[in-house]
């Protein structure tokens, strides 16, 4: 499974810094964002390192399939399934990519407002 020894993802994925977790299994973690935007804010990470969008291929059928499971997962546990929550993937600048490592944010808890900036 593809690694970057300097990406902060991948750390969290080997257990060498601390992340609140909420879901694992042997395909994707899960676990709070450090700097949540709203009252539930969830990271969804493929444990492989895919640095974004752009870079997925048809080996990563299974790990990226998964992220929607453990993100209907996440969404009941935190109790936001029924409410509803927003699921995002930022990809290279213009959408603000920090970390270069594929993630989808789970957001819920309160109403999410417009799906983008308006213009
Ligand atoms: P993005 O802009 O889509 O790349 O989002 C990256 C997200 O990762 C941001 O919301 C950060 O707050 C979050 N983040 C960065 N480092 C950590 C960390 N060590 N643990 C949890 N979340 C993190």
Not at 25 to 48: C, G, S
Request: one cysteine or more; hydrophobic letters at 45%.
């Amino acid at each position: 499974m593809a690694r970057d020894p300097n990406c902060v993802f991948c750390k969290i994925v080997a257990g060498e810094i601390p992340a609140k977790k909420v879901y694992e299994d042997d395909l994707v973690v899960a676990f709070h964002d450090i700097n949540p935007r709203t009252p539930v804010h969830i990271l969804i990470v493929p444990k492989e390192h895919i640095v974004s969008a752009n870079d997925a291929t048809e080996a990563h059928r299974d790990a990226l399939g998964q992220l929607f499971i453990a993100a209907r997962q996440v969404a009941e546990s935190t109790g936001v399934a029924k409410t509803g929550y927003r699921l995002l993937v930022n990809n290279g600048p213009h959408a603000g990519q920090e970390v270069m490592h594929l993630h989808m944010h789970l957001f819920g808890g309160q109403p999410l407002g417009p799906m983008v900036m308006p213009r």
